[in-house]
């Protein structure tokens, strides 16, 4: 049986577990101290780091957003432990993602970044070098999805789409931090500076929707995923799990092979 760390137990979380033979992962969630999360039977709770590094995890997926990123996953690599990370707009801190490459080295620990709830980010990989390369990335979701920030802005999308923030990945990251780790991944393949972030909310969009639009000397493309909710989390795609399972599936299998 294969022992597999979590940092945090969400909606995420409890989908990755469940994408796994219950017989064949055993499970360890660090999770806050007094949390009283319901968990599965093949899955323990920890409270305390050292704890989770202490049953020696194949790997750790964290699905608890970009503060634990921070708080955990350097000790983690500096461990030897590999770690996928879900809230990949924890990077658009420059002194963070220099903590995560300097404990990935010195641990000899690989971090993956998933692609979350997009695809075409090897398009954007591959125009990164080109200096005219320019990348705008929308999300689009129903207005039910952000509910709140309409809320407190006085804003009602019931007539139409309303545009709630339009900049940079990094702004949309710190204003953002567990809604668009997406636009980030799109960051970190196109460059940050080459990127213009656009949140809408629409009444008329049939789910998750990310768009994105690319213009360099290589040519144009564009790329539109119209993803389904999460059941129990209207702001994330089922998608993301699904593509956490994915990462930590060709993980394991390179570890396997060193």
Same mark, same amino acid.
């Given at each position: 049986?294969?022992?597999?760390?979590?940092?945090?137990?969400?909606?995420?979380?409890?989908?990755?577990?469940?994408?796994?033979?219950?017989?064949?992962?055993?499970?360890?969630?660090?999770?806050?101290?007094?949390? *009283?999360?319901?968990?599965?039977?093949?899955?323990?709770?920890?409270?305390?780091?050292?704890?989770?590094?202490?049953?020696?995890?194949?790997?750790?997926?964290?699905?608890?957003?970009?503060?634990?990123?921070? @708080? =955990?996953?350097?000790?983690?690599?500096?461990?030897?432990?590999?770690?996928?990370?879900?809230?990949? *707009?924890?990077?658009?801190?420059?002194?963070?993602?220099?903590?995560?490459?300097? @404990?990935?080295?010195?641990?000899?620990?690989?971090?993956?970044?998933?692609?979350?709830?997009?695809?075409?980010?090897?398009?954007?990989?591959?125009?990164?070098?080109?200096?005219?390369?320019?990348?705008? =990335?929308?999300?689009?979701?129903?207005?039910?999805?952000?509910?709140?920030?309409?809320?407190?802005?006085?804003?009602?999308?019931?007539? *139409?789409?309303?545009?709630?923030?339009?900049?940079?990945?990094?702004?949309?990251?710190?204003?953002?931090?567990?809604?668009?780790?997406?636009?980030?991944?799109?960051?970190?393949?196109?460059?940050?500076?080459?990127?213009?972030?656009?949140?809408?909310?629409?009444?008329?969009?049939?789910?998750?929707?990310?768009?994105?639009?690319?213009?360099?000397?290589?040519?144009?493309?564009?790329?539109?995923?119209?993803?389904?909710?999460?059941?129990?989390?209207?702001?994330?795609?089922?998608?993301?799990?699904?593509?956490?399972?994915?990462?930590?599936?060709?993980?394991?299998?390179?570890?396997?092979?060193?």
């Amino acid at each position: 049986m294969v022992t597999l760390g979590l940092i945090g137990f969400g909606t995420i979380a409890r989908e990755v577990v469940s994408a796994f033979p219950p017989d064949a992962v055993r499970w360890v969630a660090l999770l806050r101290e007094g949390a *009283g999360t319901p968990l599965p039977p093949n899955v323990s709770a920890v409270t305390r780091l050292d704890a989770l590094i202490g049953v020696r995890p194949r790997a750790v997926v964290e699905a608890a957003g970009q503060e634990a990123v921070a @708080a =955990y996953a350097p000790a983690l690599l500096e461990a030897g432990i590999p770690t996928v990370i879900a809230s990949v *707009g924890a990077l658009s801190d420059p002194g963070l993602a220099a903590r995560l490459a300097g @404990a990935s080295r010195n641990g000899g620990a690989r971090f993956v970044l998933p692609s979350g709830a997009l695809g075409g980010l090897d398009y954007l990989r591959a125009i990164a070098a080109l200096p005219d390369a320019r990348v705008r =990335y929308t999300s689009r979701k129903p207005p039910a999805a952000w509910a709140a920030e309409l809320n407190s802005a006085g804003l009602s999308a019931d007539n *139409g789409a309303i545009t709630l923030f339009e900049g940079t990945p990094t702004e949309a990251a710190r204003l953002y931090p567990r809604n668009l780790n997406a636009a980030f991944a799109v960051a970190l393949a196109a460059g940050a500076g080459k990127v213009t972030v656009r949140v809408v909310a629409d009444p008329k969009a049939a789910g998750n929707t990310h768009e994105i639009e690319a213009e360099s000397a290589a040519g144009t493309a564009s790329f539109r995923f119209v993803n389904a909710p999460s059941p129990d989390n209207p702001k994330t795609s089922a998608l993301t799990a699904l593509s956490l399972v994915a990462a930590l599936g060709e993980l394991l299998d390179l570890e396997g092979h060193r």
